[in-house]
């Protein structure tokens, strides 16, 4: 039997991460983490006071994140976080070398659409701009694969384990 993914379940804000990621992490019989959750208290005041995030903030949390992936090697794991950036996905496997991407991609019209939707948030369109302005697609040395989020979560999440199947270990 093949090794089981560490799956890192990266994409835009509104992509579905957070969906997906716990429904993926059934599929595959393994524990999810939402990246949201590895915050050091002083990215929690500052998003609190409503002031972004600098990268200097993101390294910490990223590296949180990574340990995590690192302690699931060889046993799998899902876990979320945005990782629009080369450098961000860097980070993670400088930790977590085995990790593996799962991009969700979508039209920006329907994620605007499903933030619209979403109750208890607020996501200014400008947001959405600056999320599709920062995103760097997966390069070609990048292990991972990319999943359209169009259709329900669970469609989407069958794709994203026949996509992972295909990917080698
Ligand atoms: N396939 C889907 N069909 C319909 N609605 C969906 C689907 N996937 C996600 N949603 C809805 O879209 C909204 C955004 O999804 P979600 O919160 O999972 O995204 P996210 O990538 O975790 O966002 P963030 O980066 O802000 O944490 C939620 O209201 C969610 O219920
Ligand atoms: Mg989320």
New binding site residues.
Partial sequence: MSTPHVVVVM??????????GPLLADALGVPYAEG?DFHPPANIAKMSAGTPLDDNDRWPWLDAIGQWAHGRAGLGGVV?S?ALKRVYRDRLRAEAPGAVFLH?TGDRSLIEQ??A???G?F?PAALLDSQFSTLQPLQEDEAGVGVD?S???EE?TERAVAALRRLAN
């Fill in positions: 994409g835009v804000a509104g992509t579905g991460k957070t969906t997906i949201d979320s945005s969700l499903r933030m939707d979403r109750k948030h996501m989020v259709g329900t979560p989407i």
